[in-house]
């Protein structure tokens, strides 16, 4: 395919229809649900979240494990998700399906200047630091560094964004000397606190090493526990 024709607009296809039709038919079962099913309709976003964060990581896992069948499946469960929490903020006026799509389009558009706009980025880290300065920049964060970063986040990813938005890549270099540090500390008499900051040290330290690497800390601890695992299993 030519540079012409993947710079060519996109033209409504019978395919474009279809899903439309079919993502249609979801809303329709959605609000359904929401009038004749007991559960949905005694669902708020504080209880359903929850469930939406436990189908991510499970869409997650059927990335890794190349299983095309089982990611349409956790694809369609998450966008379910998407559609029942948009229904929740229909009902109290704040919001719908149109204006999620709608707010979620200007928003890739003001943060890929490179492809709308006249910024000009050369590979993929020069768009991440972009996209993170456009974050910065955006109303409502007031320029604050750790603005908009959940607390509730899962411990590893809570420190990969913490350290992203410092800009720190130093604790990747102190990985060997935080080991050391930790077994150090297990012939010696120390007092929890010790510890606990020394563990929490070497871990900040390999969640570094996994940003400098590409790889998502969360993802790759639960894949070396399931092969753990499966080795313990396979030896019984």
Not at 12 to 18: F, G, I, L, T, V
Request: proline content about 4%.
């Amino acid at each position: 395919m030519t540079a012409a024709a993947t710079s060519r607009p996109r033209v409504p296809s019978a395919d474009a229809a279809h899903a439309a039709a079919a993502v249609a038919r979801l809303d329709e079962i959605t609000h359904r649900l929401r009038r004749e099913c007991p559960w949905d309709r005694e669902q708020d976003e504080r209880s359903i979240v929850p469930h939406t964060v436990e189908e991510a990581y499970e869409l997650a896992d059927a990335a890794h494990s190349g299983d095309d069948e089982k990611m349409l499946d956790e694809l369609g469960d998450v966008l379910f998700q998407v559609y029942f929490l948009s229904l929740l903020m229909e009902e109290r006026g704040a919001g719908d399906l149109a204006a999620v799509a709608e707010h979620c389009r200007t928003k890739l558009i003001r943060r890929h200047p490179h492809v709308f706009g006249d910024v000009q980025a050369a590979d993929a880290s020069e768009v991440r630091r972009n996209w993170d300065e456009i974050k910065r920049t955006e109303e409502g964060r007031g320029g604050e560094l750790f603005a908009g970063v959940p607390e509730t986040l899962p411990g590893l990813h809570y420190a990969r964004k913490v350290l992203r938005r410092a800009g720190l890549d130093g604790p990747a270099g102190r990985l060997g000397a935080e080991a050391e540090r930790v077994a150090a500390l297990r012939s010696q008499e120390v007092d929890r606190d010790a510890s606990f900051e020394a563990v929490g040290d070497l871990l900040l330290a390999a969640v570094a090493l996994a940003r400098e690497l590409g790889v998502d800390p969360e993802l790759a601890v639960r894949a070396a526990a399931d092969r753990l695992r499966r080795e313990v299993e396979a030896g019984r």
